[in-house]
């Protein structure tokens, strides 16, 4: 059993498995097609003429406006938007952007690593980043190249230079029918939470992840109100390093597969379907489970708000040399009390029990949350998010503000360096067994953006267990089940124009279960600092770092804290 703290994701590309052969084939047919038809820059952009720069209030004093490159759309009275579905000629034509930045930090620690005795250090860390941006009607890329370099200049810890890499696409092959999403990442991940989970740790403590993502999709939704969709996501992971391979050990290779096909009708009032599922998990090319299912939904609209639909069919599962047809039933509801607030839940009765989805988002022009909640297979580790995405909750607020898609880009992106954001929060560390699993996780974000500052509170609770039937009899729990809680607090503040103060707490509490209650560990990080802008692209911050370390492991418990400040800098070009 191993664990991984996520970063970037980073993925090694691998030949397509059987469920993607036939929707890449035809993803490849229909783009001869298009090709055929669509004249490349057809159509103008507004952009070409300059237009007045757009002030956000949101923005702190001294962060350039966002260019007005389209007209408000505001959420008042907006038809809402349909992904797939036909529309008029968008006024979009091909626009990059590239810019970049590096970063030198100097850290002193009275301890350069907490599983060590002790050890004051002084450390180096240089992370050269390059990013590119391109939008367009029917191509969005974004894209990220750069290293990470640690020098400890006391040798508490082993120097590494690593490269990190990350890129994600969305294409519309052809318009409101066919789309391919994918991306690729590459990155140094921890290998267990029962250790330091700092980013600077030793080798010997990090695996070296590669993950490679595809997902065609063909999506058509008719006036008529037949919907149609066949979308496969597949995730392709290969790791590297000490911990790797063995008994107990992280799989060296990993592929997951979920497949989806439904055909309804929206509900008005009545509405009817059929849909299928086809999820597959390997562990270095070998099956660890395969659940396949098929089942019939009716719904009804009860209003605008609230729609509700009935689930029933059959499901097959294959795991632990066992397979076994049983009932697949349930119901999914979607309510939308207020124009910016919406609930989707679905509950089943499965296999193994009872089984549960659901997410209720709520965006104000100001603040904005989410709570998320699920019981299911953990049929694709690489795709479990539970930290939180800083970028999406800011995209909603800036799209209640009224601002079109490209605005908003900008504006997030210009909200994140002002107020030196992450995109994402840190993810609690993921487990990798060789044997199925049964996933109950809970999240929640909520985020608030003012005028000089931004407020987050972040959470989320994950049990792994041992995936059974109902009627299996009760055996000891085996290793690598744990149940894991943790979340972050942060605020930020400007001072002035041109300085902020900032301060987070974040901890991350994992226990075993079964055959691992001896094992836990609790990671705490108190900080606290300062930015000042020394010019447009030249940012300087000061901080302060407590970091706590609590582990139990194999009946032998220990603690550890250090203290540490360090002096950065950025330049952006």
Not at 233 to 248: E, F, P
Not at 471 to 476: E, S
Request: charged share 20%; proline share 7%; with cysteine.
């Amino acid at each position: 059993m191993i664990g991984h703290r996520p970063g970037s994701l980073h993925h090694r590309p691998a030949a397509p498995r059987r469920g993607t052969l036939a929707a890449l084939l035809l993803a490849g047919v229909c783009s001869v097609q298009a090709q055929g038809v669509r004249i490349p820059g057809e159509m103008p952009m507004p952009g070409d003429v300059p237009l007045p720069a757009v002030p956000d209030p949101a923005l702190p004093p001294g962060v350039p406006a966002v260019p007005n490159i389209g007209p408000l759309v505001g959420p008042a009275g907006a038809a809402p938007v349909v992904p797939g579905a036909a529309a008029g000629p968008a006024p979009v034509a091909r626009t990059l952007y590239l810019e970049g930045d590096i970063t030198a930090r100097l850290t002193a620690t009275d301890r350069g690593r907490l599983d060590a005795p002790s050890g004051k250090d002084l450390i180096l860390g240089v992370s050269p980043r390059l990013y590119a941006r391109s939008r367009g009607a029917q191509l969005n890329v974004n894209a990220m190249v750069g290293l990470d370099s640690i020098k400890y200049f006391e040798h508490t810890n082993d120097d590494y230079t690593q490269p990190v890499a990350a890129i994600d696409a969305q294409a519309i092959l052809v318009d409101n029918l066919l789309f391919l999403d994918g991306g690729l990442s590459v990155d140094r991940r921890a290998s267990s939470p029962y250790s330091t989970q700092t980013a600077d740790v030793s080798t010997e403590e990090q695996v070296d992840t590669r993950i490679a993502r595809l997902s065609p999709r063909l999506e058509r939704r008719l006036p008529s109100g037949w919907n149609t969709l066949l979308r496969s996501d597949n995730i392709w992971t290969h790791r590297s390093g000490d911990s790797v391979g063995g008994l107990t050990g992280a799989p060296a290779r990993e592929y997951s597969q979920d497949t989806q096909f439904r055909l309804d009708r929206t509900p008005e009032p009545f509405g009817m379907g059929l849909e299928g599922s086809h999820e597959t998990l390997e562990y270095d090319s070998r099956n660890v489970m395969q659940i396949d299912g098929v089942r019939l939904t009716a719904g009804y609209a009860y209003s605008p708000q609230l729609t509700v639909w009935g689930i029933g069919g059959v499901e097959r599962s294959d795991f632990q040399n066992r397979t076994e047809n049983d009932s697949d039933y349930g119901f999914r509801v979607r309510w939308a009390p207020l124009e910016r607030s919406v609930l989707t839940a679905e509950v089943r009765r499965r296999f193994f029990g009872t089984g549960f989805n659901a997410q209720w988002d709520h965006t104000h022009r100001n603040f904005g949350f989410t709570l998320a909640g699920a019981r299911e297979p953990y049929t694709s580790p690489e795709a479990v998010q539970l930290g939180g995405n800083i970028g999406q909750q800011f995209d909603d607020l800036f799209r209640q503000r009224g601002y079109d898609q490209a605005q908003r880009d900008a504006l997030v992106r210009a909200a994140l360096i002002a107020y030196g954001l992450p995109a994402t929060l840190a993810e609690p560390v993921s487990f990798h067994v060789s044997r199925p699993q049964l996933n109950t996780t809970g999240s929640a974000m909520f985020t608030a953006l003012g005028r000089r500052s931004v407020f987050i509170a972040s959470v989320y609770y994950r049990k792994l267990t041992d995936l059974r039937r109902p009627d299996d009899p009760v055996l000891a729990t085996l290793p690598g089940n744990t149940r894991q809680a943790g979340g972050q607090l942060s605020a930020n503040f400007r001072l002035t124009p041109l300085s902020a103060l900032d301060a987070s707490y974040r901890i991350d509490d994992t226990q075993g279960l079964g055959a691992d209650a001896s094992r836990s560990s609790r990671d705490q990080i108190y900080s606290i600092g300062t930015t000042h802008s020394l010019s447009p692209h030249t940012r300087v911050d000061l901080s302060l770092q407590h970091h706590k370390l609590e582990t139990v492991d194999v009946l032998r418990p220990s603690s550890a804290s250090s203290n540490s400040a360090g002096i950065g800098i950025n330049y952006r070009f």
